[in-house]
């Protein structure tokens, strides 16, 4: 075989993302504020756009805390008892922890001073105290090492040695820290940051200190009889200090509301009219572009190469993201429309009627791409009647039904929830009872993925929900 070089042509084809196209993909991906901002830098970056038809009077649109609507996606979940210890606390990670939605106006917003921050309340508070400059520089260290839950996880004896100053004497600043607001500031993890706050709270229950000390990790799992045999107390009283515990903060970082609330809005939203639903997409408010005419015409004339190349392509971004946002619209319509056919029962009838979907089908029906439908629904909020959404919400697993179809995995959460919130507190409801119960109703379910589920919505077992029953009697 005679190897050798040569030249041949060969004719391919191939999808070449450009800027603008590059663009027109990431605008799908954007919220309405995130369009907005986006919109305000290109009229500030492009001399060739312009704002059509400013109106000063433009109403804004309602905000909704992101708080809010994580509240909402929730389903207003109850907890199954006032002293349940896993809803709220958990050695593996933190939970959620909802803060009051604040005042939706934007004006009000938009005055707003911008909050202190954690550091800078910490760093205030330490001002007040009596502390040497040493002190106070090794507590500026310190403070800048607190991450978003409250905790300073390094080591403090390595911490020590690439400061240069005495461990004790960093421990006794550490200790200073620990007493700020936020109680417990500072601490290693969620076990010291409780004993800190039980300590300073609750000086002379020594019970409570040891059970946080020595047995948080078995009052998680409910295990009464072993704390009760080690501290040589009655269940009752474990279940007394549990609440005390209650009131404590895992992660005191979140407790501090210097910063703002963040807020979304509806991109979408959706009303029943008669017998048809009519979709507003909420845009209205958004500057709508356009090109100036003076810049049209010097493209007619003649131009020094450099200055025509310039606004060229400034025309073209012009133009193409004009192009990208009224595509952006039309894609988020016809999404929104194809939910809406494929959900209609939810918009009906509510939480309860929702289906199993998945962007395939969405993408099926439409003649688009799964990517295309992934992008255009995230970050994207729909106001409904049963409350305000993220579009990804509606896309859900199933389980198999007995009439051969699926069940959405959002509908059996809520039937779980429901049947467990309704059950005798003296004979609760074991993962099999609720297996044959959902059979009854038509859904096949394995008792496991009742198990999985049940961990989901952070329901206990039937035999440590038994157990907090009768402790309560």
């Known amino acids: 075989m005679k190897l050798g070089a040569s030249l041949s042509q060969r004719q391919t084809q191939k999808l070449v993302m450009t800027q603008d196209l590059r663009q027109s993909i990431e605008l ?29 009077k433009t109403k804004m649109p309602e905000l909704f805390s992101i708080d809010e609507v994580k509240r909402l996606e929730k389903l207003n979940h109850e907890k199954s008892t006032d002293v349940n210890w896993q809803d709220s606390y958990s050695l593996e990670g933190p939970r959620s ?13 938009e005055s707003s001073t911008r909050g202190e921050t954690l550091e800078e309340h910490l760093l205030n508070q330490l001002r007040l105290i009596k502390l040497t400059k040493l002190e106070f520089e090794i507590g500026e260290v310190l403070i800048s090492m607190i991450d978003e839950k409250g905790f300073i996880t390094d080591d403090l004896s390595i911490v020590s040695k690439e400061m240069g100053y005495p461990e004790l004497k960093v421990r006794r ?10 109680i417990g500031i500072g601490a290693k993890d969620m076990q010291e940051t409780l004993l800190i ?20 990790s078995d009052l998680e799992k409910v295990d009464y009889k072993k704390i009760a045999k080690n501290l040589k107390i009655t269940e009752e009283e474990i279940l007394s200090l549990a609440r005390l515990i209650k009131k404590l903060e895992p992660y005191p970082a979140t407790t501090y509301q210097g910063r703002k609330i963040d807020y979304v809005v509806a991109d979408v939203v959706v009303k029943e009219v008669g017998n048809e639903f009519n979709i507003f997409i909420n845009d209205e408010w958004l500057p ?96 409904t009647t049963w409350g305000i959404f993220e579009l990804k919400w509606f896309f859900s697993s199933g389980v198999k039904s007995a009439e051969g179809g699926k069940e959405s995995s959002k509908k059996i959460h809520e039937i779980i929830r429901n049947l467990v919130k309704e059950e005798d507190e003296n004979n609760p409801l074991s993962d099999q009872d609720i297996v044959e119960l959902m059979e009854k109703k038509g859904i096949e379910i394995a008792r496991r993925t009742v198990a999985k589920y049940r961990k989901v919505l952070r329901i206990l077992p039937s035999n440590e929900r038994k157990r907090i029953s009768s402790l309560k009697g």
């Open 28 to 56: 799908l991906s954007l919220s309405t504020l995130e369009l907005s901002d986006k919109i305000q830098n290109e009229l500030l970056e492009n001399p060739l756009l312009d704002e059509l038809g400013v109106d000063e």
């Open 97 to 109: 922890y909802d803060s009051e939605a604040s005042d939706r106006n934007q004006k009000y917003i």
């Open 173 to 182: 600043v550490l200790q200073v820290i620990n007493e700020l607001d936020p």
């Open 197 to 216: 706050q039980g300590k300073i709270l609750f000086p002379d229950n020594i019970l409570l200190h040891q059970l946080i000390g020595e047995f948080l």
């Open 288 to 383: 709508k572009l356009t090109i100036q005419e003076e810049y049209k015409e010097l493209l007619s004339q003649k131009l020094p190469p450099k200055e025509k190349e310039y606004f060229q392509t400034k025309y073209s971004s012009a133009q193409w993201l004009i192009r990208s946002i009224q595509q952006r619209r039309q894609t988020l319509q016809r999404v929104v429309s194809c939910i809406i056919d494929f959900q209609v029962d939810f918009f009906r009838g509510g939480i309860g009627f929702i289906k199993p979907l998945t962007l395939k089908e969405v993408a099926e029906k439409l003649g688009l791409h799964e990517s295309t439908i992934s992008r255009i629904t995230t970050n994207k909020y729909i106001q």
